[in-house]
């Protein structure tokens, strides 16, 4: 019997999962999916930050488009420290398209203007 919270929404139901995936404790189908998924191929949004030029900060913060597998985490960080972006910067510009074939984008959380 395995024990999760639920990150779906802020509710974070307690959860159980027993060795045939059967999920009790959750308030809403979407916890029993979560749970599945994080027992059989766990997946993480990636939020970290790329140097940035020609701004007035250093660091542009980034995420990726959709979730990467937990085993990627490592890799696509060690992809974000080989890039720089350049001024100007808008939310949701690519900086590194399908990082690693994951299928996602990392892209800019914030808006950064030249300086
Ligand atoms: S099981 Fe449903 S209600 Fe409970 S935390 Fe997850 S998404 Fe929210």
Do not use: W
């Amino acid at each position: 019997m395995r024990e999760l919270v639920c990150i779906v929404c802020p509710r974070g139901c307690h959860m159980k999962a027993d060795e045939e995936l059967n999920v009790t404790g959750n308030a809403c189908p979407r916890g029993a999916q979560y749970a599945r998924a994080e027992l059989t191929h766990p997946t993480r949004v990636v939020t970290s930050t790329v140097r940035i030029t020609g701004a007035p900060y250093t660091r542009l913060p980034v995420k990726t488009s959709a979730p990467v597998p937990k085993e990627f985490i490592e890799s696509v960080m060690a992809e974000l420290c080989k890039v720089t972006a350049a001024a100007p910067v808008h939310v949701g510009d690519v900086i590194i398209k399908n990082i690693l074939s994951t299928g996602a984008d990392v892209v800019a959380t914030r808006e950064l203007v030249a300086k």
